[in-house]
């Protein structure tokens, strides 16, 4: 693996000639190359260490992942992808912004030479012709040098534009590798590989109270079914039907198991909206490719995603996707906004569906109601300043466990690694619930800081507070006051930064607790909490 990671920084020097890149660029990768194969390449395999003193490199005082962290911090983020256990496209795609950096750089020099030599030639001319009206010489050595003139300025104007089309095209070539580099990591994210390395924070609950309370105990031989089948013994599950109708992973329910899923949406808005503090918002199903290219869904993840024929529908224009959560329509609403500080944070909470096609899980958790095209979930979004988003991704992880312990769910709390994080997060918990059917803890929250990085790809900015400058209240000076009072100049927009979770997924949530709360009868008891949406209904009981 780390050969592999060593070719992937190089192996864009083969397309440098192709690219008509000069020596320089060459050898500026080359260098680059060197450097990031000698210090950070080490068994990433392994799950050990990626650079030469046992640790990812720092992101220090870099707050995103822009343009100039990828070419003037590239050991950094070529540690940040090896940490990630990137594809040997994206490590190439890193190095590959550096060798047209060394392009931009060129072309913005030529350029503007360019512009200089038409600017002094222009004006060259113009005296020219000044002189020669002035002095009524119409001699053919003044002629010659107004058209030598006006030939160099012409020449230039040509090379300047020349110049400025492929600067255009160079940028947008970068622009669009960097779009398909994932976000740089927070210094507490665990190096490894995959879930298995991922690190546990806390447990919630014991396993067994539940069981006791129910009397699973008194049955020896009673063994928890899946929720499918405790489903279908209240004759609420469908799944024959909605596949007949829509195809695999698609899911009905009905009667009690269908008012049961409908409580627990109501019980988590609620809970989110009078509890917690955050503005219920009903966002569109629909959005237009841009709302996910800020979110960052796309263009890495299009597969995932439902796209809607063009010739039914367009977003202003744009291609037309079904939601993959409410996180893209919630974080978008501020998208090419300046926010004043006082407005942060905003709290926003939805309830919709979500379709996603799992392009890359077939044959994977098939049963139930784990991975399906089509399922609710209860989103948190918030929008911070930047030195409050730590602060607010760990209120919002709190937020949703309050949801699990409302419901008397067992769960643990993981802190994601390196290898298993999301594409957008730089810090991410995953909530996993107990699942006694399966015997198993599995995800049921995901609650992710992204920093700036979503918010940079939709221009969401927010302006810091003004500082007032300390007075003197004892100045007698009327001049010296005045200068004092001068207006001070606003500070400078910066990006926001967004967290996003949520709280809960409503058909894992309706699984945990058709699985927790069953009972060896078959019946089902209906959480404390959940109770009032259920109209005082305590148990549900075979049809």
């Not at 640790?55 to 100039?68: K, P």
């Not at 905003?346 to 890359?360: D, K, M, N, W």
């Not at 945990?512 to 909490?529: C, F, H, I, K, R």
């Amino acid at each position: 693996m780390a050969a592999a990671y060593a070719v992937a920084a190089a192996g864009f020097l083969g397309r440098s000639s192709t690219l008509g890149f000069s020596a320089l660029s060459t050898r500026t990768i080359s260098r680059f190359a060197t450097r990031a194969s000698s210090k950070l390449l080490s068994n990433s395999d392994s799950g050990s260490a990626v650079t030469e003193d046992g640790s990812r490199i720092s992101r220090g005082d870099v707050d995103g992942l822009d343009l100039r962290a990828v070419t003037d911090r590239g050991d950094m983020v070529m540690s940040h992808l090896i940490s990630r256990r990137a594809s040997e496209e994206t490590m190439k795609a890193a190095g590959e912004i550096a060798t047209l950096n060394e392009r931009r750089k060129e072309l913005i020099l030529s350029r503007d030479s360019a512009l200089s030599i038409r600017k002094e030639q222009s004006a060259l001319v113009g005296q020219l012709m000044r002189n020669r009206s002035k002095d009524n010489d119409d001699s053919d050595s003044d002629k010659t040098a107004v058209e030598e003139a006006k030939a160099k300025s012409s020449a230039a104007t040509a090379d300047a534009a020349e110049a400025e089309s492929e600067l255009s095209d160079v940028e947008s070539r970068m622009n669009g590798l960097l779009a398909n580099l994932p976000n740089l990591l927070d210094d507490s994210v665990p190096d490894g590989k995959d879930e298995n390395d991922n690190e546990e924070v806390e447990r919630w609950g014991s396993i067994d109270d539940l069981p006791k309370e129910l009397g699973w105990t008194d049955e020896g031989d009673f063994q928890p079914l899946w929720h499918d089948d405790v489903a279908m013994g209240l004759d609420g599950w469908k799944v024959d039907n909605a596949v007949q109708m829509s195809g695999s992973r698609f899911v009905a329910l009905s009667g009690h198991v269908a008012r049961l899923e409908r409580a627990i949406s109501s019980f988590l808005l609620d809970m989110h909206t009078e509890t917690n503090g955050y503005t219920e918002v009903s966002v569109p199903y629909v959005v237009g490719r841009s709302a996910l290219e800020g979110t960052a869904q796309l263009p890495k993840f299009e597969e995932d995603l439902f796209r809607i024929n063009p010739e039914s529908h367009t977003c202003n224009g744009e291609d037309a996707f079904l939601i993959p959560t409410a996180e893209v329509p919630l974080t978008n609403m501020h998208r090419d906004t300046i926010l004043e500080h006082d407005a942060l944070p905003i709290s926003y909470v939805a309830l919709t569906p979500c379709f996603r096609a799992e392009a890359g899980s077939y044959g994977r958790d098939t049963r139930g109601l784990i991975r399906t095209h089509q399922f609710h979930k209860v989103e948190m979004v918030k929008i911070s300043a930047a030195d409050d988003s730590d602060n607010q991704h760990e209120l919002l992880t709190r937020h949703a466990q309050g949801c699990l312990e409302a419901l008397k769910l067992p769960y643990r709390k993981v802190r994601l690694c390196s290898g298993d994080i999301g594409f957008s997060a730089r810090q991410c918990y995953d909530l996993e619930v107990w699942l006694p059917g399966s015997k198993e803890y599995r995800e049921i929250s995901s609650c992710s800081n992204t920093g700036d990085f979503q918010a940079r790809r939709m221009a969401l900015r927010y302006r810091p507070k003004q500082e007032v400058s300390p007075t003197n209240d004892d100045t007698t000076d009327t001049k010296d006051a005045n200068k004092k009072k001068k207006k001070q100049k606003k500070p400078k927009p910066q990006f926001c930064h967004t967290i996003n979770g949520s709280g809960l997924a409503i058909g894992r949530t309706l699984l945990a607790v058709l699985e927790n709360y069953q009972m060896p009868d078959g019946s089902v008891t209906v959480p404390d909490v959940l109770r009032p949406y259920m109209g005082g209904m305590e148990i549900l009981k075979l049809p």
